[in-house]
């Protein structure tokens, strides 16, 4: 089945710290890939999408995703985690034109 | 102004009543989609409409309807709610194409006794 997995339900990282949360998507042909926010109360905001050509993107508020076709792989990084960063996570994946498929959701706690 | 707007924000009703979550858009986009979001399960799509003549049901319909009003408002009905149906409900709209990413309402928190 077309899927998409966040293998990490819930990660704690001390602000300052590096992060990387992890996405996996099963597809069959070039996914179109996105990584979401989610603060409290709020909707969902985009970070960052990825179509074709360099498999690393960069995104707002910091934030770049590698792209691993070998890996099916889609992981978000930050280098240095501020407390604002405290939200959650969704991985998605556009199978078709017509709609997305989310993953689990990574909730993420910054500690001071 | 938000440009994707859902109203109620908070909404506690009582199970076997009818719900109407509105929402209205000022993107320009002719695409709309309801979303659940249940802890562990991330978002799941209720229905979608690609034009105001345009609905389809999505992954998880069954206890759910749809009006498509305008281009710019799309309604999500709970014809009789039931304790199930407690969630967290998402507006969304986007332009055509695969490539196209979809903008989020900020929720309406639905509880059903």
Known sequence: AQSVTQPDIHITVSEGASLELRCNYSYGATPYLFWYVQSPGQGLQLLLKYFSGDTLVQGIKGFEAEFKRSQSSFNLRKPSVHWSDAAEYFCAVALTDKKLVFGQGTRLTINP | ?113
């Open chain 2, 1 to 113: 102004d938000a440009d994707v707007t859902q109203t109620p924000r908070n909404r506690i009703t009582k199970t076997g009543k009818r719900i109407m979550l509105e929402c209205s858009q000022t993107k320009g986009h002719d695409r709309m989609y309801w979303y659940r979001q249940d802890p562990g399960l991330g978002l799941r799509l209720i229905y979608y409409s690609f034009d105001v003549k345009d609905i389809n049901k999505g992954e998880i319909s069954d206890g759910y309807s749809v009006s498509r009003q305008a281009q710019a408002k799309f309604s999500l009905s709970l014809e009789s709610a039931i304790p199930n149906q407690t969630a967290l409900y998402f507006c969304a709209t986007s332009a055509g194409g695969r490539n196209q990413p979809q903008h989020f309402g900020d929720g309406t928190r639905l509880s059903i006794l």
